[in-house]
Nanobody, 121 residues
């Protein structure tokens, strides 16, 4: 069974920084894409950042230039460095990974339970 666990959320003032981490565990053969999504109050879930196994990165338009995604393949962990945070970044941040548990089967999508980030003075 595969698990994704996020950490690093919390309360931060506007202009501040936070670093989120997402660790994976379980029966993992390999991990394809990993990423972060968020869902703010009254909003739909949206892409924050996405990184493939080969290192291709994509960001949501609202976070470009402020957030940085990275991954440690040896630790099966993905990170999100968030700088210059704004109140509109307030949301529950969810970790996502496409994970192969059986080399004979395509990867499946897994999600963490989310970590709350609140940007407020």
């Amino acid at each position: 069974q595969v698990q994704l666990v996020e950490s690093g959320g919390g309360l931060v003032q506007p202009g501040g920084s936070l670093r989120l981490s997402c660790t994976t565990s379980g029966n993992i053969f390999s991990i394809n894409a990993m990423g972060w999504y968020r869902q703010g109050p009254g909003k739909e879930r949206e892409l924050v950042a996405h990184i493939t196994s080969s290192g291709y990165i994509d960001y949501g338009d609202s976070v470009k230039g402020r957030f940085t995604i990275s991954r440690d393949n040896a630790k099966n962990t993905v990170y999100l460095q968030m700088n210059s945070l704004k109140p509109e970044d307030t949301a529950v941040y969810y970790c996502h990974a496409n994970i192969v548990t059986n080399p004979l089967v395509y990867g499946m999508d897994y999600w963490g339970k989310g970590t709350l980030v609140t940007v407020s003075s």
